[in-house]
């Protein structure tokens, strides 16, 4: 499996101000301190993986038991029916309180990530990279679970690279008037980016 795509896709993720760096912004310009800043990225990095990962292990699981035609048509339905929602329900982060622990940033994360959809984005990859169904049913499985393991090492990596670089290029040189109008709504570019993650998992071998 390519490292490029779900690299990409990881940093396309850390980049969108709504998987959390506008938080730990915030955070940092409270406490007047880019320590701040820096001690809220991992948790937030770790809730999104952990969204990505449940996505992740649900593919590769039925990457062994479902007929890949099938589970691209049902990966495609599933990512098109999301970008959807998404776009319907029109979800924005909710700034529940500035005095946040490690758990309470991972927790956050971790809803934001899931009702976004961020882990979906991966499985025209997962799907792609799963390998055929003329391998035995455990080569399958391991194969399945290593290249799932390898894109979320990548796109996890990729993604808070991308979200420290932001969030300190925020703090330090922005400040805090970008922060009071910085949060731009990309509600269709990322329900675009479902769609098109969609159509490629659907028509493209």
């Known amino acids: 499996m390519s490292w490029i795509v779900p690299a990409a896709l990881g940093a396309y993720h850390g980049l969108n101000p709504g ?7 915030a955070l940092g310009l409270q406490e007047r301190r880019a320590y701040a800043v820096l001690r809220a990225l991992p948790p937030i990095a770790l809730g999104h993986a952990a969204s990505v990962a449940i996505v992740v292990a649900a593919a590769a699981g039925a990457s ?3 007929p890949p035609a099938a ?13 959807a929602l998404l776009l319907a329900r029109r979800i924005h982060p909710r700034w529940v309180g500035m005095r946040l622990g490690a758990r309470d940033l991972a927790v956050w994360s971790f809803v934001m990530s899931s ?11 997962l799907v792609h990279g799963a390998g055929g169904e ?17 894109a979320l090492a990548v796109h996890t990596s ?17 400040g805090i008037g970008f922060l ?3 949060w731009v709504n990309t509600d269709l ?7 098109v993650s969609g159509v490629v998992l659907l028509f493209v071998r």
């Open 180 to 182: 009071r109008r910085a």
């Open 115 to 125: 009702a976004h959809g961020a882990g979906l984005m991966l499985l025209p990859i």
């Open 158 to 174: 990729a993604m808070f690279g991308a979200m420290t670089a932001a969030a300190l290029l925020a703090f330090h040189v922005l």
């Open 19 to 25: 998987m959390g760096w506008l938080f730990a912004v």
């Open 134 to 150: 003329s391998q035995p049913a455990h080569t399958h499985a391991h194969t399945a679970a290593t290249d799932g393991a390898f």
């Open 189 to 195: 570019l990322w329900a675009g980016a479902l769609v």
């Open 64 to 66: 062994v038991i479902v």
């Open 71 to 83: 589970l691209r048509a049902a990966g495609a339905i599933l990512l098109l029916g999301f970008a």
